[in-house]
């Protein structure tokens, strides 16, 4: 039987993956302008990790998570995000012991077991960023900035930023009863998992997509109506950053992250006509999240953003990323050994000089050749026929113009990089 890829899972091809790299090329010089490093953090951490740092009560703990035994019977987990091994590198590595704020980028695959639909994988590929140690609304406003800006030069429209304040620690709890208050009279309108919710964080009662739970969390309490002082000023002054910035933003105070390490900003990217699956990215500050895993508290704040969903945006817009990278010389030879030795040697010269090549490491036919640097739309060929080998020459051929040059074999190295 034949033996295929896992469900929710995908094989990229060098034609997709050459994109691939277009866009990890501009999140990389991204990083550099806006000082972020890269960590590179283990694919599989402690499953403990994740309970702890994704949350009990969430759906990716709960129903989502590739969790196996290893050899030694400890509970391991493919990460299904990175934001919580990042959090655990930081305290592991002391970098809090340095110069703060700590500011960290990543990219890679991640595992969840989710229904596979359009946009939806079960190993997909996110970039984010983390910004640790600094409490300030600007350290907000740098994050959304970097995600913004993003899209706008990957040409995506139809961006629309979404925040909210999830308060804190302080406004939350007097906000959580008032919610439960409400609900309490509709529990049993309310689906199942959004009765379970009630009890446990009855903010994510908002995130439910079922019509009848949407409809009773439409007339709900808002916590951006009740927020302490201190998380109101915070979020004015990030509203306030990204005017001053031209990032126009929307209000959705049903925006939120159930769990009581996440504080103050929640924000999400959405674009229009890429179907269900519309959110490009999200994130916020997680001021709790790093004493929540065993450190001492550390403000962060960061994003995920998923990539596969920046193509799909691309597709059904009718963009693409353009690539670069064509080949360089298509070298052609007789059969003779000679000949076919002389273009080995001048193959790896030239590559050794960042010229891209390819040749026929068989025996195919000068015409199969010539063909083949056709299809690989080179921009030059150089031949190797058995009359110019005997004069130490080779030819030259531009394959645009058609103009074609006899060179002294030494010599083609220099006339291509001057060309
Ligand atoms: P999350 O970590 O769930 O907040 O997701 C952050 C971003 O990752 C989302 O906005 C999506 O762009 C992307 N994403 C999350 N889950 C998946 C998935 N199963 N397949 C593809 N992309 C995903």
Redesign the pocket.
């Known amino acids: 039987m034949q033996i295929t890829r896992p469900r929710?899972t995908n094989d990229f091809l060098p034609e997709i993956t050459a994109k691939w790299q277009e866009v990890e090329a501009l999140l990389r010089c991204l990083c550099r302008e806006y000082g972020y490093g890269e960590i590179r953090t283990p694919l599989f951490e402690d499953t403990e990790l994740f309970s702890r740092g994704v949350g009990e009560t969430t759906d990716?703990v709960q129903k989502e998570m590739y969790t196996f035994a290893d050899h030694g019977g400890r509970s391991m987990t493919l990460r299904?995000?990175n934001?919580a091994s990042a959090c655990r590198a930081y305290i592991e590595n002391k970098l809090y012991g340095g110069v703060q704020p700590v500011k960290l980028y990543y990219l890679g695959p991640?595992f969840?077991y989710?229904k596979?639909q359009a946009?939806?994988?079960?190993q997909?590929?996110?970039f984010?960023l983390e910004l640790f140690g600094s409490a300030a609304p600007a350290a907000d406003a740098e994050v959304i900035s970097f995600a913004w800006d993003l899209y706008h030069r990957l040409h995506i429209k139809g961006l629309q930023l979404k925040i909210n304040s999830v308060g804190c620690p302080a406004c939350r709890p007097a906000y959580k009863t008032a919610l439960q208050d409400y609900f309490r009279p509709y529990l049993g309108e309310l689906c199942a998992t959004c009765r379970d919710r009630f009890e446990r964080n009855p903010l994510r009662i908002f995130d439910c997509k079922s019509e009848i739970c949407r409809r009773i969390g439409a007339e709900a309490p808002l916590l951006l109506d009740s927020l302490c002082p201190e998380c109101g000023e915070h979020f004015t002054a990030v509203q306030e950053l990204l005017t001053t910035a031209a990032i126009p933003f929307e209000l959705n105070p049903r925006l939120v992250r159930g769990l009581d390490y996440y504080t103050k900003t929640a924000f999400?990217?959405e674009v229009a006509g890429i179907g269900a699956?519309s959110?490009?990215?999200?994130?916020g500050r997680y001021d709790g999240l790093i004493e929540e895993i065993g450190g001492t508290p550390t403000p962060a704040v960061g994003?995920?953003?998923?990539?596969?969903?920046i193509f799909a945006a691309l597709a059904a817009q009718n963009d693409d990323i353009e690539t670069t990278g064509c080949l360089d010389v298509y070298i052609i030879s007789g059969m003779d050994k000679r000949l076919k030795q002389a273009a080995f040697a001048l193959a790896c010269r030239l590559r050794g000089s960042g010229i891209s090549v390819e040749m026929e490491l068989g025996d195919k036919s000068f015409k199969a050749q010539m063909k083949a640097a056709d299809r690989l739309q080179a921009a030059w060929t150089v031949i190797f026929g058995a009359n110019e080998f005997a004069a130490g020459q080779a030819a030259v051929r531009n394959m645009a113009s058609g103009e074609q040059i006899e060179l002294p074999i030494e010599d083609i190295r220099g006339y291509l990089m001057q060309h």
């Open positions: 929710g990716i299904p995000e934001t991640m969840r989710e596979p946009g939806r994988f079960r997909f590929h996110q984010g999400e990217i699956q959110a490009l990215c999200g994130g994003f995920a953003l998923g990539m596969e969903r």
